[in-house]
T-cell receptor
Framework: RKEVEQDPGPFNVPEGATVAFNCTYS??????FFWYRQDCRKEPKLLMS???SGNEDGRFTAQLNRASQYISLLIRDSKLSDSATYLC?????????????FGTGTLLAVQP | NAGVMQNPRHLVRRRGQEARLRCSPM?????VYWYRQLPEEGLKFMVY????????ESGMPKERFSAEFPKEGPSILRIQQVVRGDSAAYFC????????????????FGSGTQLSVL
C-alpha cells in the first residue's frame, strides 16, 4: 500500500463548480498534513496546512480525519487559474527526519 | 528575499557522464531536501541534509548518487555514470528547522533541474 494515496483524476469541471479531492495515508503516527499545488513542469507550492479542526482559506477548505486517516480539499467557485495538480502531503515520521511524503497528485482542469 | 535557487534549470548529459545539480536554500534555512519527479509520477524523497550532515538518505539509490551540503556553498546532488532512467526533474527544497512550529515544517521548493540523459 502506498504511504499517501490520491485519485489521479483528471477532474474536469466547469468554472464556478465545487470540487473535492480526497487522500488517504497509511501511517497512523503521521502528525502533519498539507496540500501543495503544482503547475505543469513547475515546482510544488504550499497551498495550505491541514489541521484536525479543519481550516479554510478563501475558496479552499481542508479537512483531516485522523480516525479514518483521510484528508480532503474542497475548492468552491472554481476558477480557470485553479487548473493544476493538487498534491496531498504527509510529514514523515520517525527520528529527526522532517521529510514530506507526497501523493502522486490529482489533476484538476477547470473548463470555461 | 531570494527563494530556493537551483541551477542549472536544464542539464543534458550523455550516458556515462556525471551530472552535478546545485541548490542554494532560502536565506536563513539550514535544512535541504532533494526530491526526484519522473515523468507522470509524483515527487519521491531522496535525501535530507543539514550543513555538513546527511540526516536521512533513505530515498537515495545505493549506487551512483551522492549528496552533500558543505559548510560554505550550495548543496550538491551528484549522479555518476548517468543512465537514461535518471532523466527526471530534480527539485530541491529548504526549511528553517525541524520542530513543532508550523513554519519549520513548511518546505519551499526551487524551480528544479530538468535532467535529460541522451
Amino acid at each position: 500500500r502506498k504511504e499517501v494515496e490520491q485519485d489521479p483524476g483528471p477532474f474536469n469541471v466547469p468554472e464556478g463548480a465545487t470540487v473535492a479531492f480526497n487522500c488517504t495515508y497509511s501511517n497512523s503516527a503521521s502528525q502533519s498534513f498539507f496540500w501543495y499545488r503544482q503547475d505543469c513542469r513547475k515546482e510544488p507550492k504550499l497551498l495550505m496546512s491541514v489541521y484536525s479542526s479543519g481550516n479554510e482559506d478563501g475558496r479552499f477548505t481542508a479537512q483531516l480525519n485522523r480516525a479514518s486517516q483521510y484528508i480532503s480539499l474542497l475548492i468552491r467557485d472554481s476558477k480557470l487559474s485553479d487548473s493544476a495538480t493538487y498534491l496531498c502531503v504527509v510529514k514523515g515520521y520517525g527520528g529527526a527526519t522532517n521529510k514530506l511524503i507526497f501523493g502522486t497528485g490529482t489533476l484538476l482542469a477547470v473548463q470555461p | 528575499n531570494a527563494g530556493v535557487m537551483q541551477n542549472p534549470r536544464h542539464l543534458v548529459r550523455r550516458r556515462g557522464q556525471e551530472a552535478r545539480l546545485r541548490c542554494s536554500p532560502m536565506k536563513g534555512h539550514s535544512h535541504v531536501y532533494w526530491y526526484r519527479q519522473l515523468p507522470e509520477e509524483g515527487l519521491k524523497f531522496m535525501v535530507y541534509l543539514q550543513k555538513e550532515n546527511i540526516i536521512d538518505e533513505s530515498g537515495m539509490p545505493k549506487e551512483r548518487f551522492s549528496a552533500e551540503f558543505p559548510k560554505e556553498g550550495p548543496s550538491i546532488l551528484r549522479i555518476q555514470q548517468v543512465v537514461r532512467g535518471d532523466s527526471a526533474a530534480y527539485f530541491c527544497a529548504s526549511s528553517s528547522w525541524v520542530g513543532a512550529e508550523a513554519e519549520g515544517e513548511k518546505l519551499f521548493f526551487g524551480s528544479g533541474t530538468q535532467l535529460s540523459v541522451l
